[in-house]
């Protein structure tokens, strides 16, 4: 039996406001991406696609900053004021704040369209690499392992083309049915990268709703109709899922 | 440059939890955190029971996980070896308290990550942190690791037995447990815990 005079600061540190972000953020990642492809290729779709990337780009933003404790010190500043490359959050932020601008100068016009273009491609990748790895920095933490790092960019890729498809798309499907079943595949796999103890409380606190979501992205290649939601569901819930419950320490103290 | 670091001998502490009093009087500490705890468990199997008080706190490692993740420069280690945060640069991402292996740092209610600073406003002022001049069976030590005589480095020298924690992740502890009692037969129950 253990027992405390006073308290660890365990538990969650991250709350649902926090899981709203790794969802938008990935969407927001998803959807940069695909604008910065549809720029390239001189799409017709181009311009329907910046306004979505900037304005989720923007709702996350405003959801970090809403959900800030630290809303109204503005300390926020020193995120662009100092440089911190061995920071995944310092590189997301740049990431997302360079993404809007190339972005919105695109949507208004304004400069060299190719060039912006490769600059929202590159910053959209980092967007949609740092969350992922802000997760598996954490050794310390046994569910946020190597695999976040690629299962966070796929999920994003899947929540972007998901929207596409939303949108009515039709390039959409094909590449959002081959990113889903490799997103699905890593997940699949992930319990296995585990080890015993971590793979208990995987199963004990949410095995269930990992199931669930496993089996609702499987929709997405029944139905065409479905796919865009299953697909959304699937992996906004898996990546909520993962952050929620690799906040455990394990019982390593 | 000194190189600050504590020893607390676990065959000395008897659980009374005056150090953490201390701390939470001398940093202001709000209700509900904590810079210093005491986790009290029962160690060995019958008959070789012990019951192990063992204080804990910002251990101020040598290789600190929490401040390369800080994206503003908050989370910065002295030339001391302290681990400090600075709340004005703070933007309580929480990226820190993820990557801390001990669960020592907490979001302060005014919005800025906290911990444990070994008193670094007391050591400016070449006093002792708050808990090893309160912890009345003296099973606190603090000092500079690097002078031999200090009496940080004179407890670990003459120590039957030293443990840092989670020394697997490397992030190489300035706080030394002595004399713990053997982690033979140490029971993984779960936490029973009192706010
Ligand atoms: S104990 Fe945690 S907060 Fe303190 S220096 Fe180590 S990692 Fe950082
Ligand atoms: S919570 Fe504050 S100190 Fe911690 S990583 Fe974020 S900005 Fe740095």
């Known amino acids: ?253 | 440059m000194p190189r600050y670091a504590m020893a607390i001998d676990l065959s000395l502490c008897v659980g009374c939890a005056a150090c953490a009093v201390a701390c939470k009087m001398e940093n202001e500490v709000p209700p509900g955190v904590y810079n210093l705890w005491i986790r009290e468990r029962e160690v060995g199997t019958y008959p070789d029971l012990w019951v192990e008080f063992r204080p804990e706190q910002c251990l101020h490692c040598e290789n600190p996980p929490c401040v390369p993740v800080c994206p503003t420069g908050a989370s910065y280690q002295t030339e001391e070896g302290l681990v400090l945060v600075d709340p004005r640069k703070c933007i309580a991402c929480g990226a820190c308290i993820a990557a801390c292996p001990y669960d020592a740092r907490y979001l302060h209610p005014a919005g800025h990550v906290s911990k444990c600073t070994f008193c670094a406003h007391r050591i400016a002022q070449g006093r002792l942190p708050a808990c090893v001049e309160t912890c009345p069976t003296l099973c606190r030590t603090f000092g500079d690791l690097d002078d031999p005589e200090s009496p940080v480095s004179k407890a670990l020298k003459e120590a039957g037995r030293m443990d840092v924690l989670r020394p697997e992740l490397g992030t190489r502890p300035k706080l030394f447990y002595l004399n713990a009692p053997s982690k033979k037969g140490l029971t993984r129950e779960k936490e029973v815990r009192h706010d």
């Open chain 1, 1 to 253: 039996m253990t027992e405390f005079y006073g308290l660890p600061n365990a538990g969650e540190f991250w709350h649902w406001t926090n899981l709203l972000h790794f969802i938008l953020v990935g969407l927001a990642g998803g959807m940069a991406l695909l604008t910065g492809l549809l720029h390239l290729k001189g799409h017709r779709e181009a311009r329907r696609y910046t306004l979505w990337t900037l304005v989720l780009i923007a709702l996350d933003l405003f959801v970090l900053w809403a959900e800030s404790p630290a809303r109204f010190r503005f300390t926020h500043v020193w995120l662009f004021l100092t440089f911190h490359p061995a920071s995944p959050i310092w590189w997301g932020s740049w990431g997302l704040a360079l993404s809007f601008v190339s972005a919105g100068l695109l949507y208004l016009g304004k400069g060299p369209g190719r060039p912006l273009a490769l600059a929202l491609l590159a910053f959209s990748l980092v967007a949609l690499a740092y969350p992922g790895m802000a997760l598996a920095v954490n050794l310390n933490r046994p569910l946020w392992n190597a695999l976040m790092a690629g299962l966070f960019p796929l999920t994003a890729l899947v929540l972007g083309l998901g929207v596409a498809a939303l949108l009515k798309s039709p390039w959409a499907l094909y590449p959002l049915r081959v990113l889903l079943g490799a997103s699905l595949l890593l997940a699949f796999l992930y319990p296995l990268t585990l080890p015993l103890e971590a793979r208990g409380h995987l199963w004990e606190e949410s095995g269930v709703l990992y199931g669930l979501f496993l089996a609702l992205g499987l929709g997405a290649f029944w139905k065409e109709g479905l796919a865009p939601w299953a697909a959304l569901l699937a992996a906004a819930g898996l990546r909520a899922l993962l952050v929620a419950v690799g906040q455990w320490q394990g019982l390593g103290l």
